[in-house]
T-cell receptor, first 113, second 110 residues
Framework: SQTIHQWPATLVQPVGSPLSLECTVEGTSNPNLYWYRQAAGRGLQLLFYSVGIGQISSEVPQNLSASRPQDRQFILSSKKLLLSDSGFYLC????????????FGSGTRLTVV | EDQVTQSPEALRLQEGESSSLNCSYT??????LFWYRQDPGKGPEFLFT???AGEEKEKERLKATLTKKESFLHITAPKPEDSATYLCAVQARGFQKLVFGTGTRLLVSP
């Protein structure tokens, strides 16, 4: 069966520090991968999605970036965090072609102080 | 622009008191409408996908229905363990992303 792993679960980082969040999927090949952010009182906001290795689409201009170095690995990064980057970050995957709903990871609670 | 509006924002029920959650949407060609359950501090858990108006799906005490403009999540005789935030999302044809509503926080008291 397919599983998705996301870490760390919680992270407290100072303003201006770098960020790296990792997500991996097991039990499937060629998944579509997504990074969403969920701020308090707001809906899930799509940040990036990827349909293949090295293929990244950005939905929201910001100081975050994403990379997909391997088929089942998706990384969210920042060179310098802002206070506004605080939130709950969720990785998700769906089968190629989509249309069947996402499977989400357990999330990372990021607090920038 | 695709949009999803969920109501109410919060709902408090007594155990056994049935009710419905609403999801109104506008989308340029619906590929699918999705319902998720999210517990505090966790990722959303998939519940249902609906593809066309008139479609209905059930799972335990939950039943989801779909029209051309909205979807309802009916909760029959809820239990305290049904307390969670319920999220609705739509996917437009030809697009990869899901557009989410802000959710309905449901609290079921014993």
């Amino acid at each position: 069966s397919q599983t998705i792993h996301q870490w760390p679960a919680t992270l407290v980082q100072p303003v201006g520090s770098p960020l790296s969040l990792e997500c991996t999927v097991e039990g499937t090949s060629n998944p579509n991968l997504y990074w969403y952010r969920q701020a308090a009182g707001r809906g899930l906001q799509l940040l990036f999605y990827s349909v293949g290795i090295g293929q990244i689409s950005s939905e929201v201009p910001q100081n975050l970036s994403a990379s997909r170095p391997q088929d089942r690995q998706f990384i969210l990064s920042s060179k310098k965090l802002l206070l506004s980057d605080s939130g709950f970050y969720l990785c998700a995957w769906t089968s190629r072609g989509g249309g069947y709903g996402y499977t989400f990871g357990s999330g990372t609670r990021l607090t920038v102080v | 622009e695709d949009q999803v509006t969920q109501s109410p924002e919060a709902l408090r029920l007594q155990e056994g008191e049935s009710s419905s959650l609403n999801c109104s949407y506008t989308v340029s060609g619906l590929r699918g409408l999705f319902w998720y359950r999210q517990d505090p501090g966790k990722g959303p858990e998939f519940l249902f996908t609906l593809y066309s108006a008139g479609e209905e799906k059930e799972k335990e005490r939950l039943k989801a229905t779909l029209t051309k403009k909205e979807s309802f999540l009916h909760i029959t005789a809820p239990k305290p363990e049904d307390s969670a935030t319920y999220l609705c999302a739509v996917q437009a044809r030809g697009f990869q992303k899901l557009v989410f509503g802000t959710g309905t926080r449901l609290l079921v008291s014993p």
